[in-house]
């Protein structure tokens, strides 16, 4: 599966909850990440993005296992996760007056 970008959503400051879309061909995937994850996943980014453009087998393995022990695939999949489970409730009167 090839995601492309989608739109930014908005964020939620009582989650702290950055709520975005991906497309998958011609389907919206909505998505989220909270700011804790997205701390822990700008470090990952930057180490990587200042290591030489040819890694070695060990290299990416040490990668993979530091994503993998600060359970960032695992926080990214909770919230999007969540952010399901609240997108198919049902709106109630008092919040449809919000929008």
Known sequence: MTLARGSIEGYEFDRMVLKFSMLDGAREVPCAVSASAMDDL?????????????????????????????GLLFKVR??????????????????????
């Open 78 to 99: 909770v919230l999007g996760s969540q952010v399901r489970q609240e997108e198919s409730k049902p709106v109630s009167e008092k919040e449809k007056r919000k929008l």
């Open 42 to 70: 700008e470090r990952v980014l930057l180490e990587i993005s200042h290591s030489p453009s040819e890694v070695s087998n060990d290299q990416l393995d040490a990668l993979r296992q530091e994503i993998e022990s600060r």
